[in-house]
C-alpha cells in the first residue's frame, strides 16, 4: 500500500505543479494607432500666389484707350 500511495504522490507532485503553473492568460486588445497626416508646409503659396494674379488683373484693369471721334 505504501508503494501505491508513494508511487500516486510522487506523480501528483511531478504533473500537479505543471498543470497549475502559469495562471490564466489575459488577451488585452490594444486600439489602432491613430493616423494624423500632418498639413503640406506650402499650403500658402498657391492662395497667395492666385490673390496676386487677381490683384494685378484688378490693378491693371483695361488699359485699351477709347479713341473719341
Same mark, same amino acid.
Given at each position: ?5 508513494? =508511487? ?7 504533473? #500537479?505543479?505543471? /498543470? =497549475?503553473? #502559469? #495562471?490564466? /492568460?489575459?488577451?488585452? %486588445? %490594444?486600439?489602432?494607432?491613430? /493616423?494624423?497626416? %500632418? =498639413?503640406?508646409? =506650402? #499650403? ?20 485699351? %484707350?477709347?479713341?473719341?471721334?
Amino acid at each position: 500500500m505504501t508503494k501505491i500511495a508513494s =508511487s500516486i504522490l510522487a506523480f501528483t507532485l511531478a504533473f #500537479g505543479s505543471a /498543470v =497549475s503553473a #502559469g #495562471g490564466p /492568460v489575459v488577451v488585452v %486588445e %490594444e486600439g489602432q494607432p491613430e /493616423v494624423v497626416a %500632418e =498639413s503640406p508646409r =506650402s #499650403g500658402w503659396i498657391v492662395p497667395v500666389i492666385i490673390g496676386g494674379i487677381i490683384l494685378c488683373a484688378i490693378a491693371c484693369g483695361n488699359d485699351d %484707350e477709347q479713341q473719341r471721334g
